[in-house]
């Protein structure tokens, strides 16, 4: 079938997007899902920072590629052997397919799928191949998914289906800002109740792990960030205290504010800079989670002495450690119930002929969630 899509013809591609297009709506054949895959309808895609290191060169990837990983829709149909899903059905989309049967899929961890993350990185389905094409040449998949298009054929692995009746660009949200940020929160830093929290980088997923963090009890939840809007939005998601990462003194301020440091830093803004100042403000015994993707080139300097001798922990954090499954349905529920107000990351919405408009509004940071609506 023939579909309306946003093609990534080249990378890397300078800002501004509104002028440079990085992303051209083009027709692409799109083929009918093979054994295990599924056709989605796609309702809502939202625009995350992960895309946009595609478009910047930062995480590179092969083109041409239907970028889009953060998505809900709808099941229009299924290739053979998909006996739970059927015509109608909801689906948010997930970033990282699980085969089930490798080492980290056998221990409970998804998201380490490896199977899955090779198929990621050379723009297939885990199942082997590529279903979108233009001029009878192959069109990549990005991560499984590629979202931003009218259809798409994904891999039953990277489906989750929900029975909620949520707007549909609310519940794109929880297939990457809210899984990753809530999920980093609570599966990987493990807050419990009391507990002192500070949130470095206040995008989708920062505040996403700010409402994570409040939902899990934290006594005490500091947000960091350059922004001030984006700051006085996360006092109202629950940050107790509030911080600009720009000033000199911000470390020495926060570890006084703390009496020495935070039980728990959480690096968001995919910085290398920004993950030095979580682990800065990360208290003696402490742990400091990060689930932001730097520059892959970069690298980030600690003293073995100080790791020793103050027991630190350093913890990498993807997708959330989340077994999507089994906590999409989770957030959903703690959203219904008001504990995770999602619907506050959404800050614009348009249809497919904005996206490089609303790329260049979340490169300014203008945004926190831009969604395309299908």
């Known amino acids: 079938m023939k579909i309306r899509a946003a093609v990534l013809n080249a990378s890397p591609v300078a800002a501004p997007y509104a002028l440079s297009k990085p992303m051209s709506i083009d027709e692409v054949e799109l083929a009918p899902p093979g054994p295990g895959e599924v056709l989605v309808r796609v309702r809502a895609a939202g625009l995350c920072h992960s895309d946009l290191s595609v478009i910047d060169g930062n995480r590179p990837r092969p083109v041409p590629m ?43 961890r998804p998201a380490l ?38 259809y798409a054929v994904i891999s039953r692995h990277s489906l989750v289906k929900i029975e909620a009746d949520i707007p549909h660009e609310i519940a794109a949200l929880f297939g990457c800002a809210v899984l990753t940020g809530v999920g980093a929160a609570v599966n990987t830093a493990k807050i419990r109740a009391g507990e002192t929290v500070a949130v470095v980088g206040l995008g989708g997923v920062g505040l996403s792990a700010l409402m994570g963090a409040a939902a899990c009890g934290a006594s005490r939840v500091i947000a960091v960030d350059l922004a001030q809007d984006k700051l006085a939005i996360a006092r109202e ?104 107000p999602v619907d506050k990351l959404l800050t614009s919405t348009s249809g497919l002929d904005g996206i490089n408009e609303g790329f260049d509004a979340l490169n300014e940071g203008r945004t926190i969630r831009h969604v395309i609506r299908m």
């Open 66 to 108: 239907v970028l889009g990983h953060e998505a809900a829709g709808e099941v229009v149909g299924t290739g053979p052997g998909v006996q739970d899903l059927k015509q109608g059905d909801r689906v948010i989309m997930v970033f990282v397919p699980s085969c089930g049967h490798c080492s980290p899929c056998s221990e409970g």
């Open 113 to 150: 799928c490896e199977p899955g993350n090779a198929a990621n990185g050379i723009g297939e389905l885990i199942g082997g191949g590529r279903r979108l094409s233009a001029g009878g040449k192959p069109v990549h998949h990005h991560v499984g998914v590629s979202a931003f298009a009218e």
């Open 237 to 340: 998601l629950g940050a107790t205290d509030t911080f600009n990462a720009g000033d000199p003194g911000v470390v020495e301020a926060i570890r006084a504010a703390t009496k020495g440091g935070v039980d728990h830093g959480l690096e968001m803004a995919g910085s290398v800079k920004a993950l030095d100042l979580a682990y800065q403000i990360t208290r003696r015994g402490g742990t400091t989670t990060t689930a932001g993707l730097a520059n892959p080139a970069h690298t980030l300097s600690l003293s073995p002495v100080r790791l020793v001798g103050e027991e630190r922990t350093l913890k990498g954090s993807y997708v959330g450690s989340c077994i999507p499954v089994r906590d999409i349905p989770r957030f959903i529920e703690l959203y219904l119930r008001g504990k995770l």
